[in-house]
DNA sequence: CAATTCAAGATCGTATACAATTTTTAGCCA
DNA sequence: TGGCTAAAAATTGTATACGATCTTGAATTG
């Protein structure tokens, strides 16, 4: 008996305090629609986001386009190369392990924030949030459970009420997502929906304590499911392997 | 018998790794020419730059420099209001003591992780850059005297070697010298640079618990040094003080 | 005189054109 | 064929022009 949560509603409050310092306008609208192309897993790391092509699709003239990648430059979801243009970021292992790190030391802390400022209605909230990651789960759309994943965290942070926080963790959880594109190996990812449920209780509880040891249990089974080791460069010629390519 | 340490050397490792995700250029340039003159309290929040205005100073043209200020504006020096331009932000009292939350939850963990792998070169480094400190202050160039204040907070972060925490605490940093403009109520600022002295023999002796528990009573005591009580709006009539004037 | 209206000026938002640089491709030679 | 060179194409960097929006200040009106 819990109200459906739509992905329209769940999209507007993520994107209700984005990460961007960008007034309202066109260039903004490209920034969040690319950024939930890379979150949902459309666009893989590395890829190469051309000016022109960019304009294109969207409607845009570069002027516009550009100030869109260079706001997500900032975010750390593109990075931006002179003279050669933008391409998804692609967080290196060592990158990986620190963000998990300053999550493991900022999450926890925020969300004994959380369970200490929460409502009825935010945990009510938070309920539906989790049942639409069972759904899309059970669904299949693996890129919407990651999504909507990601999102429990922020949802976590705008309920601590915390703007600096918050802010860290959005920008923590995109570099996330990126890391798990590339670096994912646990075959479970049913676990991760646990992981939440229990934090979800500790919120209905107000159980700070609970709240913020969870949530760094969480985090840290969370960087255990990356698989971070240094792969040898196997490329199929020696020539690939020393191009870096 | 200490090195005496340059401005300019100091402002090259500064900004050897900087906040701006722009690739070299003008624009990153004027970037952190505009980010300097900020954080030495020559320009005031709430201050106007104007893209004409700053364009005419630095010999760009206002595509540079709109460029230039929305970097500024991801980093949270500059404020950007749609069709109205950009401003020197004014951190509000609540953000500010957000700020110093999280300087006291990130920082003390940074010190531990620097105090772990501090090199002698680099508490060599440490003590050249206190003694500028001294000399700032000896000197009455308070401007000055606080870039290199928040110059050893950076340097122990790049000591730390963590990109994802050294990026936080610039951007706090930054923060916190708008904070300082708008807040600052002590007169003794003598006391800092103790802090930091302390600071400084716990890195020498690896004594990681020591060091993040100093600069945790640091930051603490920098927060306590602000005066971040609510003010009555007293304007001079009643008119301004309902417009929010 | 105070408040309002409206036009002139200033400033920002965006498209477009051209210059600088990189990438690709074709041609050449060993 | 493999590697080098150079011209062509594509892409980014930057300046500038024009329309949209805001700000300013003078004229108007009650």
Redesign the interface.
Known sequence: MTKPVSAASLGQTSSLHHL??????RALDICLKLQSAILEHKLAPGLKLAEDEVGEIYGASRTVV??AL??L????LV?????RGAFIAKPTIR?AH??F??RA??EP?VARLAAEAITDDQVEGLRAHLDAEHAALDAGDMGKALLLSGGFHIEIADIAD????AR?VRA?ISRSSLIIALYWKRSDTACESHSHHALMTAFANRDADAAESIQKSHIIDLHSGLDLREKQTHGSSLSDALKGK
Chains 1, 2 share one sequence.
């Open positions: 961007f310092a960008l007034p309202p306008g550009r100030a260079q706001a430059a900032h975010s750390g990075s931006i190369e002179k003279n990158e620190e963000v790190q300053a030391l900022i802390a915390h703007k600096v926080f860290m923590m």
